[in-house]
């Protein structure tokens, strides 16, 4: 079976797989990812914050320790979105199940927005990001993490057992649907370039502050070899934008 981009989270198997890797504190989102979200965020105090794909609330909780005036977030799993509300505070705090093709923006509500590797689920992406551009306030903030365009690219699906020692880069500029084996499963993902992500930004209107690849950092590893096989190849992109 194949499943269409985030609808694999409601597959319990996968699920409990995914949860399971993705809190790994040497995960690669947490090791790679997260350190230059942190890095790129504003300051979130009494900061209203809209989370596009803010799964199980992690995140979410971090941003109102942080002490931010308001956190939305919004995700088409209906287990990501129990996970969040069963971590996050009724306080200051929502939480909608709704896909980012179907939620309604509204003019000039947030001083950031997030999208952390949830934005290569969607088909059209252009819609996607002027309707982030109107839903923040002036001078706010879009940060955004994709999977890199290095790991999207291939149309034959690699199926890989134990850690992969070879990556291969092809069809780089056929975008489009591809069809990724992972933990067992068919899933579906959107392959774009890099010029066309700044592109789409670009042309919504956003200034692009910084782009980061996520390159590893040796302090965030306690492994040495895992540290050296993760300079091999880009696992992420994310950029700053501002609007």
């Known amino acids: 079976m194949v499943y269409n981009g985030t609808s694999i989270y409601d597959q319990e198997s996968f699920f409990n797989q995914f949860m399971a890797r993705r809190n790994r504190e040497t995960s690669p989102n947490n090791t790679m990812e997260s350190p230059v979200v942190t890095d790129l965020i504003d300051a979130v105090e009494g900061k209203r914050i809209l989370d596009l ?20 977030g919004v995700d088409p799993s209906l287990n990501m979105v129990q996970k969040a509300k069963e971590s996050l505070p009724e306080e200051n705090c929502t939480i909608h199940l709704s896909s980012m093709e179907d939620w309604e923006f509204k003019d000039e509500q947030y001083d950031i927005v997030v999208s952390r590797m949830a934005l290569h689920y969607v088909a059209d992406l252009s819609p996607i990001v002027k309707n982030i551009y109107r839903s923040l306030k002036n001078d706010g903030q879009l940060l955004c993490s994709v999977q890199h365009p290095v790991l999207t690219s291939p149309v034959e ?87």
Do not use: M
């Not at 794909?53 to 939305?72: K, M, N, P, V």
């Not at 066309?196 to 590893?221: N, R, V």
């Open 157 to 243: 699906s690699v199926a890989s057992h134990g850690k992969r020692s070879n990556w291969t880069v092809d069809d780089y500029f056929n975008q489009g649907e591809r069809q990724e084996r992972w933990i067992n499963e068919q899933v579906i993902k959107y392959h774009r370039t890099t010029e066309t992500y700044f592109q789409l930004l670009k042309k919504a209107g956003f200034a692009i502050e910084d782009l980061k690849e996520c390159e590893p950092q040796k302090k965030h590893f306690k492994n040495e070899e895992e540290y050296n096989r993760r300079k091999r190849i880009p696992l992420f992109l994310a950029f700053s934008c501002r609007k």
């Open 53 to 72: 794909g803010c799964g199980d609330g992690r995140f979410g909780l971090t941003l109102i320790q942080q002490e931010c005036a308001f956190y939305e």
